[in-house]
């Protein structure tokens, strides 16, 4: 059945409903430093005020997502995309919010500024940002798409799509309404992605890349197999030849033992951290894993081909990330 959302107050309603029951049965945690109910419950009364003052008559469509069919805006005018803010700034859109995690902090390569949601926390600054849409990948299960369904038209990016940023571009300028932007920025990524390509291959011919990321909390070392979603596009796309462990993996990532260490013969190394820059203060116990023996024993350290990348773009697999990809490549590969 196709799911389609009443205007402004039923939907609000719904949602205040929905915030009252979470609120009485959250964690101690959850509900430390949230607002009483009393003050909350005056908020989401005041926001239906306001949409009711504001909003009239909206056009919509009808589209189908993972889940189904879902009802929504033509012209969507406040738009959030959780883990998708990349594309949209692509597409010129800018999202009410951004993302962000406690423990991963947010895509700082975007340089946006707007306020942060906590993905892990209230949806309180979610309800406050008003959307009039949002999209969601892989990371929203049915729970989480009905959560924010009861905040605005929410539609869910289709599984077959998430390992293919391109289609994932084509998907939500179709969903924005604006598929010719989405192929005039596919036109420009394809063009950047081919002409680093044919650089890389002069440059580099068919000497092997592995990506590890150094992580900062157990100091250990994971290596990005070829179907890694951030990681894969430099050898699907770029035409980069994987170190065998990472040819072979049929997990996106795995932990590189210490025994192994020594066996990672590749040519070139790029790592990034788990957490926080290079500089960060927190980040220099972990990285006495460079001083070890094993780690100075593998080939592309004595030869000096170990790069040192940037986590907020090399832990996105999104168009503007990835040609931040090529670009470091060029740098570190041709130039």
């Known amino acids: 059945m196709a799911r389609s959302y009443p205007k ?25 430093g949230a607002a009483p109910s009393g003050q909350f419950t005056e908020k989401v009364g005041e926001q239906v005020a306001q949409d009711e003052t504001k909003q009239g008559a909206v056009d919509t469509k009808m589209m189908k997502d993972e889940f189904g069919e879902v009802e929504i805006p033509v012209n969507p005018k406040r738009v959030v995309g ?9 597409l010129g859109v800018t999202p009410v919010v951004q993302w962000y995690h406690p423990s991963w ?4 390569y975007l340089g946006l500024e707007v306020p942060t949601f906590d993905i892990t926390g209230s949806i309180e600054s979610l309800l406050e940002a008003s959307p009039d849409l949002i999209i969601v990948d892989g990371a929203a299960d049915s729970a989480k798409y009905e959560l924010y369904s009861k905040i605005a038209p929410t539609y869910r990016l289709p599984e077959s799509i998430l390992q293919n940023p391109p289609d994932i571009m084509k998907a939500i300028g179709d969903v924005l309404g604006i598929p010719e932007e989405a192929e005039g920025v596919l036109s ?13 291959q002069q440059a580099v011919g068919e000497e092997t890349v592995a ?11 994971a290596l990005f197999g070829i179907e890694n979603r951030f990681i894969g596009n430099i050898y699907k796309e770029m035409g980069l030849t994987p170190h065998p462990f990472a040819r072979d993996m049929t997990d996106f990532q795995a932990i590189l033992s210490e025994e192994k260490i020594p066996e990672l013969d590749a040519d070139h190394i790029i790592i990034l951290p788990s957490n926080g820059s290079w500089d960060s203060e927190e980040n220099q116990e972990a990285m006495q894993v460079f001083d070890s023996p094993l780690w100075k024993s593998v080939p592309a350290v004595k030869n000096g081909h170990v790069y040192r990348a940037d986590r907020t773009h090399w832990q996105s697999g999104a168009i503007k990330a990835n040609m931040m990809k090529a670009d470091d490549l060029l740098k570190w590969f041709v130039q």
């Open 211 to 221: 990506v590890l990321r150094l992580n900062v909390g157990d100091k250990t070392l």
């Open 8 to 32: 402004n107050t039923r939907w609000m309603i719904a949602l205040l409903v929905l915030v009252i029951a979470l609120a009485g049965c959250g964690t101690p945690q959850d509900k430390e």
């Open 188 to 200: 420009d990524y394809h063009k950047k992605i081919e002409e680093t390509r044919m650089k890389l």
């Open 105 to 108: 902090g947010k895509q700082d």
């Open 82 to 90: 959780i883990y998708l803010e990349d594309y949209l700034l692509a």
